[in-house]
């Protein structure tokens, strides 16, 4: 069965911290997803990754970095955390295009920032 | 750029009734269209999607979708509710762009009266 992993499901930090948010994904896909989640935004896309070391930005990855060094794994970075990323998390794999499929979520992770 | 809108936040309806949910797409080619539901707590399933063909989209848990293209919509649908189809559900359109980019929606609250 299809299945993505994040390290925590809930997550306190002080303002300033230094976050690491994990995603793993044990389906050999090649596109890895992150997104943020909030009441009446819907899902934005903050950085997606396609292969191995590569990363392209979404729509708001300011104050974000990523990593990808292993197909499977997928890390959020926030180098210095603030109270407005407090949200919710959501990590997402998917094959790559051709293959009508979609993307598989993972169960999120609560962040807040204080 | 392609968007996505779905034009009720919260919606109301008893155990036992019909449920229409709506999404309106802007996207220049043919879209992929997806429809994801959230339980309280969860990450996001795949309740059925659209890539081609019959316009009218069978889903899990007894939901449908139908892709109108004249009045870009993509309206899901159940003819009658239960207590546990209680949850956010996101439409989404999708590009294919080597990572299969999604677009979502703000999403609808569905309560279930009983």
């Known amino acids: 069965d299809v299945k993505v992993t994040q390290s925590s499901r809930y997550l306190v930090k002080r303002t300033g911290e230094k976050v690491f948010l994990e995603c793993v994904q044990d389906m050999d896909h090649e596109n890895m997803f992150w997104y943020r989640q909030d009441p009446g935004l819907g899902l934005r896309l903050i950085y997606f990754s396609y292969d191995v070391k590569m990363k392209e930005k979404g729509d708001i990855p300011e104050g974000y970095s990523v990593s990808r060094e292993k197909k499977e794994r997928f890390s959020l970075i926030l180098e210095s955390a603030s109270t407005n990323q407090t949200s919710m998390y959501l990590c997402?794999?998917?094959?790559?295009?051709?293959?009508?499929?979609?993307?598989?979520f993972g169960p999120g992770t609560r962040l807040t920032v204080l | 750029a392609q968007s996505v809108t779905q034009p009720d936040i919260h919606i109301t309806v008893s155990e036992g009734a019909s449920l229409e949910l709506r999404c309106n797409y802007s996207?220049?080619?043919?879209?992929?269209l997806f429809w994801y539901v959230q339980s309280p707590g969860q990450g996001l399933q795949l309740l059925l999607k659209y890539f081609s063909g019959d316009t009218l989209v069978q889903g899990i848990k007894g939901f449908e979708a139908e892709f109108k293209r004249s009045q870009s919509s993509f309206n899901l649908r159940k003819p009658s509710v239960h207590w546990s189809d209680a949850a956010e559900y996101f439409c989404?359109?999708?590009?294919?762009?080597?990572?299969?980019?999604?677009?979502f929606g703000q999403g609808t609250r569905l309560t279930i009266n009983p």
């Open positions: 989404a359109v999708g590009e294919i762009q080597g990572a299969q980019k999604l677009v």
């Open positions: 997402a794999s998917s094959p790559p295009p051709g293959s009508a499929d979609t993307q598989y």
């Open positions: 996207y220049g080619a043919t879209p992929y």
